[in-house]
């Protein structure tokens, strides 16, 4: 029943968007939670029942994946789509509203909709007091229906209806709160900065058509384990893989279109949780791992993605070491945790980069719901150098967030050190190189995020208001009940893959088996008989590096009082400027962009450009084309005076007049009237006659 009616999924939160959107502004909100947490429940339900039967459907099928195609919505039979393939083959491009459950996708909706449906119920305390109830969670309900979408779509296209529709709530999410300008920019360039990698997107989807002529994931699978490729066709494959990879960089927020996402912090606590911590950002990591058969084809698309994905993580969290917005902090930390997942999907660590993905959801959406607690508690504050000392003042959101961070620094035993070590492991048999930048990336990650501890809950209170001081409390337990079941997950997730040197039996890896048969991983693995003493050694390193970041961030921060000195700042000052500016990219941008940085009177970047084009096409185009037809106009004008005065005026109507004047006094006569000439005629006879007779 589950798994052939998995098309249900995505349509219960889309039916609580709809009731909002129609309905929501005369619900209360009590109903308004109840519609919208409810379908989210009814959709995690729904998919545990249908990752259950796969699971006991597969082995009897030899481990296909399940396929269910309600009809083809795009393309048909008539011949409109038609095309030839790169071989000369005819085809016909067709797009299903079809769904399909593997362990792939099962992975990804078991934590979608379970971490949702977690933020959902955080939601409803988090946001009570806000206006827009309805909408916020309307919005809420359709990002969960464009993701379930993009995680069960069966091809491309329907992929990409998903991958638009996360956009779309992205950008509605970030500005939820529109009447703040920085909230309104950010979801603009939020939604900017993503059309760029879906442009790259829609092109490799184009090439993969023309190359496979089918988008569903099965058939393409089956062209790339065809074999027997030529050269050029392989050199077809490299360049699809790398517009698929653009496309991933625009939604996981990577090198150079990470730009978005540190500043869709503007929405939302939740929000932050929800789509750029557990969720969306991971879905341009599901793309590559879907297209895995495509990209073991291509070695040097994963080397570009093993490249990027390393450099973002090392470069993100070099900016998290000196932030202090408690969300921006956080923001930088996803930046780099997904350059990690790319890093092991380019070295061929399928598995494990799946496995990171999975693990981040828990640790990653604690935290940041951890963060919108500690803001709830202090009245809206976001800055760490303004808090201190709240350990014993919310204690719940304080040990919940205190699993998370040791579960992202990589502490043994909770869920992100094992993820992290089977990353570094990877990278190191990929290239030494890529392992030290991951090792590098894990010391900074530790220190960052014990920073924000110390500052946020263990360093003296640097509180500044004596009434927010007053009036920090707990929150409320719709918002802490879901931060207690995320650290359970945090500490135990971890454990359903735990490697070979660690005495586990990776069962995660075998359930992936199916989907990464013909990884690079497999051939990695192949013939080894157990852990040795370098990946011992590795593992050892991976920890110390965790404490010490831990130890560092203590010394740092410990006895934080107000007025505190980073240690960065002092110790090398232009350092701690440019990350506290975040290399000023943003700024690199705007003076590319809109030019603000001027020589002179003369605006520089895109929009000089513009300025010039727009001079160049208004003072030289248009004054060519104006001056052409002033000429004609005067020219014309001539002319018709010409004719007018000139040619009808003296050599037409000029003879005319003059005939017509000299031959005034003959018509004063000859008129033409017969009576006329009678009476003259008449009155002249008798002129004669009256002569003759007188005389």
């Known amino acids: 029943m589950f798994l052939s009616h998995i098309w249900l999924i995505p349509l219960f939160p889309a039916i609580g968007a709809a009731i909002m959107f129609f309905f929501g502004r005369r619900l209360q909100k009590a109903t308004v939670s109840a519609v919208c947490v409810g379908s989210v429940v009814l959709a995690f339900l729904m998919a545990c029942g249908a990752v259950l039967q796969y699971v006991n459907w597969a082995p009897a099928h030899d481990h296909q994946p399940y396929q269910t195609i309600l009809y083809t919505w795009l393309g048909s039979d008539t011949g409109h789509l038609n095309f030839q393939k790169s071989d000369g083959t005819p085809a016909s491009l067709q797009a299903d509203a079809g769904f399909l459950l593997d362990p792939l996708s099962s992975i990804w909706l078991l934590f979608v909709t379970g971490v949702g449906m977690l933020i959902h119920i955080y939601s409803t305390g988090y946001m009570a007091h806000e206006g827009g109830y309805y909408r916020f969670f309307g919005y809420l309900n359709l990002f969960m229906f464009s993701m379930l979408t993009l995680i069960l779509a069966n091809n491309y296209v329907l992929m990409f209806v ?29 939604f900017i900065v993503n059309r760029i990698g879906d442009a790259g997107f829609i092109l490799g989807m184009f090439f993969i058509a023309w190359l496979c002529g089918s988008l569903r994931f099965i058939d393409v699978n089956s062209f790339a384990h065809a074999g027997h490729f030529s050269p050029e066709t392989l050199k077809y494959i490299t360049a699809a893989t790398l517009l698929l990879f653009v496309g991933a960089c625009g939604k996981s927020a990577q090198l150079p279109l990470y730009v978005w996402l540190p500043d869709a912090m503007e929405g ?148 992100g050190f094992f993820s992290k070590d089977e990353i570094l492991w990877r990278a190191w048999k990929y290239h030494p190189a890529l392992w030290a930048i991951g090792f ?117 921060y410990g006895n934080a009082g107000k007025g505190y000195t980073e240690p960065i700042a002092a110790v090398a000052p232009p350092v701690y400027d440019t990350l506290l500016n975040k290399y000023y990219v943003d700024e690199g941008y705007d003076y590319v962009v809109t030019g603000r940085r001027k020589l002179g009177d003369v605006r520089l970047g895109v929009m000089g450009l513009g300025e010039a084009s727009s001079w160049f096409d208004s003072h030289v185009i248009d004054g060519v084309v104006n001056g052409a037809g002033w000429i004609t106009r005067l020219a014309a004008t001539f002319s018709s005076w010409w004719d007018k005065w000139i040619i009808d005026g003296i050599g037409v109507n000029g003879p005319a007049i003059l005939a017509r004047m000299l031959s005034y006094p003959a018509r004063l006569f000859e008129w033409g009237l017969v009576q006329w000439y009678a009476l003259v005629m008449t009155a002249g006879l008798v002129g004669f006659a009256f002569y003759y007779v007188y005389h």
């Open 268 to 415: 939302p606590t939740p929000v932050s949780a929800l789509i750029h911590a557990a969720t969306m950002v991971t879905a341009g990591v599901y793309m590559v791992a879907r297209s895995n058969a495509l990209f073991w084809l291509a070695p040097k698309s994963m080397l570009v993605v093993a490249i990027v994905g390393a450099l973002t993580a090392i470069f993100a969290a070099s900016i998290g070491l000196v932030q202090n917005d408690i969300k921006r902090v956080l923001a930088y930390s996803t930046v780099s945790q997904l350059g990690y997942m790319f890093l092991a999907l380019g070295v061929g660590a399928f598995s494990a980069g799946v496995f990171h993905v999975f693990t981040h959801a828990f640790f990653k959406a604690l935290l940041f719901l951890g963060a919108g607690s500690v803001i709830h508690a202090m009245s809206g504050e976001q800055d760490m150098r303004n808090m201190g000392d709240l350990s014993g003042k919310i204690p719940v959101t304080f040990r919940t967030m205190f699993v998370a961070t040791l579960a992202i620094a990589g502490i043994p035993g909770l869920a």
């Open 162 to 190: 998903g991958w638009e529709g996360v956009g779309l709530c992205s950008y509605l999410l970030i500005g939820f709160y529109f009447h703040r300008k920085s909230a309104s920019d950010a979801a603009n360039k939020a």
């Open 440 to 556: 590098v990336t894990a010391l900074m990650t530790s220190f960052y995020m014990f920073r924000l501890i110390y500052l946020t809950f263990w360093s003296p209170s640097r509180v500044t208001s004596h009434e927010v001081e007053h009036h920090i409390h707990e929150s409320p337990k719709s918002m802490t009940w879901p931060l207690v079941i995320l650290a359970f997950f945090s500490i135990f997730a971890g454990y359903l893959n735990v490697s070979e040197s660690m005495g586990g039996a990776k069962r995660l890896d075998k359930f992936l088996d199916p989907v990464f048969a013909n990884s690079i991983e497999k051939e990695a693995t192949a013939g080894e008989s157990g852990p040795g003493l370098t990946e011992y050694l590795l593992m050892g390193l991976s920890v110390a590096a965790a404490f010490a970041g831990w130890f560092m961030a203590r010394s740092a």
